[in-house]
């Protein structure tokens, strides 16, 4: 079961890094609270086309989500056809912490060694905040936290969807 989750987490990852890729490359504003304080700063506030573009995404990404509970619960209900919340919630967690995990090491980090000219924001090149892996660590630790939150509410989806 676990490597199962474990293998959910890295398509879910896949599939997340097309779609932050594909946004930012389509608008970067969109992500714009993602970026460094200093880069939001000297940006200043999103616009408001931008806030729907991101409200957009948002709906998007809550959509893969929730497909990815559901195939999530199709992969365990295979596994263990009587699972119980517990289950789906462990199965849930490690998928959500693989996802934080390579978010951090792989999409995070590359971005701060690469920093492709298309993701930095107009007016805040050079800024310390895209060379600050610090920021991209503090991120990782808070996502700790909130993907477990996901983890949780994916297990009642998974119970829900099955």
């Known amino acids: 079961m676990l490597m199962h989750a474990a293998l959910g987490g890295v398509a879910l990852s896949a599939v997340f890094f097309a779609l932050v890729l594909a946004t930012i490359r389509f608008n970067p504003e969109i992500m714009l609270n ?49 699972f119980r919340y517990r289950h789906a919630f462990v199965y849930a967690l490690v998928m959500m912490q693989v996802f934080n995990l390579l978010d951090w090491l792989v999409l995070d980090t590359a971005l701060v060694a690469l920093q492709p000219k298309w993701m930095v924001l107009p007016g805040t090149e050079g800024l310390e905040g895209y060379r600050s892996y610090a920021f991209h660590f503090r991120g990782w630790v808070v996502g700790l936290f909130a993907s477990t939150i996901a983890a949780a509410l994916m297990a009642l989806a998974m119970i829900a969807l099955r």
């Open 34 to 82: 993602d970026y460094p304080p200093d880069v939001r700063a000297k940006f200043g506030p999103i616009s408001p086309r931008a806030k729907k573009q991101r409200a957009a995404v948002s709906l998007l990404f809550l959509a893969v989500l929730v497909l990815a509970a559901w195939l999530a619960a199709n992969d365990l209900a295979s596994l263990a056809p009587s």
